[in-house]
Nanobody
Framework: QVQLVESGGGLVQAGDSLRLSCTAS????????MGWFRQAPGKERGFVAS????????NYADSVKGRFTISRDNAKKAVYLQMNSLNSEDTAVYYC????????????WGQGTQVTVSS
């Protein structure tokens, strides 16, 4: 069984930074992609960023480009999301995901960590 555990969320002010972490445990495939998603109140969960196993292929939602940076440490089975210049629109529950299939769907999900940005 695979588990993903996020950490690092919290309450910050507009313009501040936060670093989210996600650590996986259990039996994962040898190679797997990871990603971050978020769900704001009253909205559907949406894509934030993704990273391939090698770290070469990285994608960001337009809304976070230039402010957020995704990275991973395969030895630790971890993925990170550095979030800078936060604003109120970044307020959401952030979810970590692992093992994306060719259709773009992730197999494993974390429970989420709350990020609240006060203006």
């Amino acid at each position: 069984q695979v588990q993903l555990v996020e950490s690092g969320g919290g309450l910050v002010q507009a313009g501040d930074s936060l670093r989210l972490s996600c650590t996986a445990s259990g039996r994962l495939p040898t190679i797997y992609s990871m990603g971050w998603f978020r769900q704001a109140p009253g909205k559907e969960r949406g894509f934030v960023a993704s990273i391939s196993w090698s770290g070469v292929v990285i994608n960001y939602a337009d809304s976070v480009k230039g402010r957020f940076t995704i990275s991973r440490d395969n030895a630790k089975k971890a993925v990170y999301l550095q979030m800078n210049s936060l604003n109120s629109e970044d307020t959401a529950v952030y979810y970590c995901a692992a093992e994306r299939n060719p259709a773009g769907q992730y197999k494993y999900w974390g429970q989420g960590t709350q990020v609240t940005v006060s203006s």
